[in-house]
């Protein structure tokens, strides 16, 4: 088992450009949530997904976010346009019943 | 809705001496409860979790976290701590339907020295 991966692992990119980060969760999973990490704010709910429909959204900050997941293999976050303040490490967990999710190494992203 | 607090940022202690990471939740329904841990540069690996029964839970690498319904507490204890410990611990709740949520706490340092 691979576990949840995340791509890419690190990504710079300048203000106003957007930025697309991927996961792929576990087989088998039904569940996929994306989390945002940063010193100030600690580890915070994004949005999720349970049977690839999207449950809760309201952790995403505002309209330049956005989330997809086309099927149970694939899942995007992305950003259009990013700002400096978006500067955070992002993880992507995935998991099934009562078992605890399980998470990617996540996306460290620069915005300089 | 559900909360956590973790009542330390910071937590520093010698090699061998015992260790105890304070977390409360609150909740209005009922909750399965996690403690997970991230060492530098790396994501969070599930450390326990308690989901029903007995409510004291054990991971592999001795830490023990014991569930308290009347005092909304999943404090995280280990009798003796090993340099290797030295991570970031992150106590977590959700609602005990499939599918909901991770709901963390700020996290906890724990830094252990020699």
């Known amino acids: 088992d691979a576990g949840v991966i995340q791509s890419p692992r690190h990504e710079v990119t300048e203000m106003g450009q957007e930025v697309t980060l991927r996961c792929k969760p576990i087989s088998g999973h039904n569940s996929l949530f994306w989390y945002r990490q940063t010193m100030m704010r600690g580890l915070e709910l994004l949005i999720y997904?349970?049977?690839?429909?999207?449950?809760?959204d309201s952790g995403m900050p505002e309209d330049r976010f956005s989330a997809k997941m086309p099927n149970a293999s694939f899942s995007t976050l992305k950003i259009q346009p990013s700002e400096p303040r978006d500067s955070a490490v992002y993880f992507c967990a995935s998991g099934r019943g009562t078992h605890g999710y399980t998470f990617g190494s996540g996306t460290r992203l620069t915005v300089v | 809705a559900q909360s956590v607090t973790q009542l330390d940022s910071q937590v520093p202690v010698f090699e061998e001496a015992p260790v105890e990471l304070r977390c409360n939740y609150s909740s209005s329904v009922s909750v399965y409860l996690f403690w997970y841990v991230q060492y530098p540069n790396q994501g969070l690996q599930l450390l326990l979790k308690?989901?029903?029964?007995?409510?004291l839970v054990e991971s592999i690498n001795g830490f023990e976290a014991e569930f308290n319904k009347s005092q909304t507490s999943f404090h995280l204890r280990k009798p003796s701590v090993h340099i290797s410990d030295t991570a970031e611990y992150f106590c977590?709740?959700?609602?005990?339907?499939?599918?909901?949520?991770?709901?963390f706490g700020k996290g906890t340092t724990l830094s252990v020295s020699s």
């Open positions: 977590a709740v959700r609602g005990n339907q499939a599918g909901t949520a991770l709901i």
């Open positions: 997904f349970n049977n690839n429909v999207p449950i809760d």
């Open positions: 308690y989901l029903s029964g007995s409510t």
